[in-house]
């Protein structure tokens, strides 16, 4: 199931003129060998994963928040075209969701009450 996922994640991340330059350098298969591991740790499954932390392997490429959810977007139709019930998608996004602060540069501060 995570490989049928991910596979699709890769073909909507490619198909996205917004989001496809944060790939230009990547290589691609080892990316897609590290986001099924992630992908399986993060679910609970029983893989490791052995790659760069998520600020690490993302701290030099840029991304702000408009990209960041367009990717959220493209996992969770990635999600729904491989049949995962919405509250393990619910659950698996919530998870990513924690990320966010360690894949986002320059993003703005956050609004606070007047």
Do not use: K, W
């Not at 691609?28 to 591991?37: H, N, P, T, V």
């Amino acid at each position: 199931g995570v490989a049928t996922i991910v596979d699709q994640f890769i073909r909507n991340l490619a198909a996205d003129d917004e989001v496809r330059q944060h790939f230009r350098s990547v290589n691609i298969a080892g990316f897609r060998d590290r986001l099924s591991d992630f992908i399986c740790v993060t679910a609970g499954g029983g893989c490791e994963y052995t790659g760069r932390s998520m600020s690490e392997a993302h701290a030099t490429l840029g991304i702000e928040r408009r990209a960041f959810n367009r990717t959220v977007e493209h996992l969770m139709d990635a999600l729904d075209a491989a049949g995962v019930a919405y509250s393990a998608q619910n659950d698996l996004l919530a998870r990513f969701a924690l990320l966010e602060a360690d894949v986002v540069r320059g993003r703005p501060p956050p609004m606070t009450g007047q």
